[in-house]
């Protein structure tokens, strides 16, 4: 979410594609919890628990990892089991989903593209892999990235159903010189394109704008108050602001989406934090499959 996402409540990104609401997300089953004491951290609940503070993230669709509270129920994702199991073999040409693992991660080993593993999957929400999963790898040597990745049958639904909003999203991108691809996959990856969506941080709309931010983009950039419960206010502001990011970090997407998701104070500062960089890697692939 935008500028300044840290300063808002705890709370979750909406949907499930940590990035957004792609279908096509597994829940796992007696998923075990623990509800936050005071004092806590996710990097104590992490210790505690053998989880990894990225996993614990994903899984509670939490937007600042610095804050949780007392009281809070999070979802720690493995079931827990009477024995060690034996680990999972994988068949030949695939791969068994480790904790803590993602599909940057995977691709890099077997040195294929996570566009082909999406594909050979039919994953529709890259950001939302699971362990115990099995993945095909496609091949053990990288080819040549094609102009478009695939995109799966479930989100070509998907976006078929939502084409007016599409076309808000088009329209505003190319008013504010932003690569349609590029304003369609941050947009997909926040909402679904859905202007009903609102996260628990209070994000609203097709671009998940908080008030604080819709009101400083609107007062700073469009000289012009901005209702983001208003579909084409919330995609104006939104666009508006990817375009101001990217002048600012000269077009780098990794500090944009960072700057979108951290806030603009936290990536000039400290640049791309690693719980954000799954979110990013999910919108650069949205962004291949929208025709960037």
Do not use: C
Request: proline share 9%; charged share 10%; no cysteine.
């Amino acid at each position: 979410m935008p500028f300044p996402r840290f300063l808002a409540l705890v709370g979750g990104l909406i949907t499930a594609l940590a990035i957004g609401p792609m279908l096509g997300a597994v829940a796992l089953a007696a998923d075990p919890t623990v509800v936050v004491r005071p004092g806590d951290t996710l990097t104590g609940i992490s210790k505690r628990h053998g989880v990894p503070v990225t996993d614990l993230v994903q899984l509670n669709a939490i937007s600042n990892p610095n804050r949780v509270y007392a009281g809070q129920t999070l979802r720690l994702g493995i079931a827990p089991t009477p024995a060690t199991p034996a680990p999972t073999a994988a068949a030949p040409g695939a791969h068994v989903v480790g904790r803590g693992e993602n599909l940057t991660t995977i691709a890099r080993h077997y040195g294929v593209t996570v566009a082909a593993i999406v594909a050979a999957n039919g994953i529709s929400n890259p950001s939302r892999i699971f362990g115990g999963q099995q993945l095909i790898i496609p091949g053990s040597a990288p080819a040549p990235a094609p102009t478009t990745a695939p995109m799966p049958p479930a989100m070509a639904v998907a976006v078929s159903s939502r084409d007016a909003v599409r076309q808000v999203i088009v329209e505003e991108a190319a008013r504010y010189g932003v690569p349609v691809p590029f304003a369609l996959a941050v947009a997909w990856q926040e909402s679904g394109w859905q202007q009903g969506v609102v996260s628990r941080a209070g994000a609203i709309g097709v671009m998940q704008l908080i008030p604080a931010t819709a009101a400083w983009v609107g007062e700073s950039m469009l000289g012009m108050p901005v209702n983001i419960n208003d579909q084409r206010d919330n995609v104006r502001a939104g666009v508006r602001l990817l375009a101001h990011y990217l002048a600012r970090y000269a077009g780098n997407r990794d500090l944009v989406l960072a700057a979108y998701y951290q806030g603009q104070t936290a990536a000039d500062r400290h640049g791309v934090y690693n719980v954000s960089r799954p979110y990013i890697a999910s919108i650069l692939l949205l962004e291949r499959l929208f025709g960037g």
